[in-house]
Nanobody
Framework: VQLQASGGGLVQAGGSLRLSCAAS????????MGWFRQAPGKEREFVAG????????HYADSVKGRFTISRDNAKNTVYLQMNSLKAEDTGVYYC???????????????????WGQGTLVTVSS
């Protein structure tokens, strides 16, 4: 499975960005998707996860109420709508996937099998 993330950029604090991640390759079955991020000098951390059905979602406490994860299975694409951005949201955002599952989401790195190359989000204060 290949993952291509896009939509990152420079935005002022309080602004919004929408990240997209398109999956290709072995996408004929079900798969769980998620977003992680890595700030400069820090470890990669979980941001949001979504089940294949889209009914199950989970967010890190730091982004709850500001970020929304969604997916379009017909387009093999997952989205991350980021509102009310803060300087601490700055980092490289990675999309990831795990094959299989229907109503499950995951929040740990080792639960995922494939990773995209990342897209940089910079929030200026």
């Amino acid at each position: 499975v290949q993952l291509q993330a896009s939509g990152g950029g420079l935005v002022q604090a309080g602004g919004s960005l929408r990240l997209s991640c398109a999956a290709s390759g072995r996408t004929s079955g079900t798969y769980v998707m998620g977003w992680f991020r890595q700030a400069p000098g820090k470890e990669r951390e979980f941001v949001a996860g979504i089940s294949w059905s889209g009914a199950g979602t989970h967010y890190a406490d730091s982004v709850k109420g500001r970020f929304t994860i969604s997916r379009d299975n017909a387009k093999n694409t997952v989205y991350l709508q980021m509102n009310s951005l803060k300087a601490e949201d700055t980092g490289v955002y990675y999309c990831t996937t795990r094959l299989g599952g229907y109503s499950t989401w995951y929040a740990r790195e080792y639960d995922y099998d494939y990773w995209g190359q990342g897209t940089l989000v910079t929030v200026s204060s």
